[in-house]
């Protein structure tokens, strides 16, 4: 069984467009984060979440904004992409602060 | 500002030749270390994480260590199956709550049969 899971894969889309991502974790972790892999390959913090109270917010947009509906899920909502949010977004989950992140295997989002 | 630095950026190793990976990091009070591996198209697999200096983890062909300013990832007589970029990680001392990990840019390692 996967333990984080990120739908979709590949997301191709036009500037300007809103999109979302999808997360789901099997593991019964409590907190869920989001993190943004540029091109080269350096991945940052965007979010997480704790018993569906956000606790980190790394400057992202106000563009970007995670929902979560349970514990199990922490979705990504993007509105009015731009070029520079190509990137691969990464969902990853934990089992409280200080514990290994599981990460999921990405969403290669490119934007024309 | 929390800094993590690995080194060197690429590596390029025979079969068999041992050899070791840096991570230096500067933080406001460490939480805990931890190691992944990443291979092309996949999410970061967890491999260790260490919370005090003198701690050393180890697994197969890996073995991490630590000190108050870097840690170091040993690889014994690799294979070319450990290929992968290896990416070091902090989570820095805070007042408390969630928090994400600081990655450092990783080493991509190549083992040549």
């Known amino acids: 069984d996967t333990a984080v899971s990120q739908t979709p894969k590949y997301l191709v889309t036009q500037m300007g467009n809103d999109k979302s991502i999808k997360c789901e974790q099997n593991?019964?972790?409590?907190?869920m984060y989001w993190y943004k892999q540029d091109s080269k390959k350096f991945l940052k913090i965007m979010f997480s979440?704790?018993?569906?109270?956000?606790?980190i917010n790394e400057t992202v947009p106000n563009r970007f904004s995670p929902k979560s509906p349970d514990k199990a899920h922490l979705n990504l909502h993007i509105n009015s992409l731009e070029l520079g949010d190509s990137a691969v977004y990464f969902c990853?989950?934990?089992?409280?602060?200080?514990?290994?992140?599981?990460f999921g295997d990405g969403t290669r989002l490119s934007i024309l | 500002e929390d800094q993590v630095t690995q080194s060197p950026e690429a590596l390029r190793l025979q079969e068999g030749e041992s050899s070791s990976l840096n991570c230096s990091y500067t933080?406001?009070?460490?939480?805990?270390l931890f190691w992944y591996r990443q291979d092309p198209g996949k999410g970061p697999e967890f491999l260790f994480t260490?919370?005090?200096a003198g701690e050393e983890k180890e697994k197969e062909r890996l073995k991490a260590t630590l000190t108050k300013k870097e840690s170091f990832l040993h690889i014994t007589a690799p294979k070319p199956e450990d290929s992968a970029t290896y990416l070091c990680?902090?989570?820095?001392?805070?007042?408390?709550?969630?928090?994400?990990?600081?990655f450092g840019k990783g080493t991509h390692l190549i083992i040549q049969p």
């Open positions: 990853a989950s934990s089992q409280g602060t200080n514990q290994p992140q599981h």
């Open positions: 593991l019964g972790h409590d907190t």
């Open positions: 979440y704790n018993n569906k109270e956000l606790i």
């Open positions: 933080v406001s009070g460490l939480r805990g």
């Open positions: 260490l919370y005090s």
């Open positions: 990680a902090v989570v820095p001392r805070t007042g408390g709550g969630a928090d994400g990990l600081t």
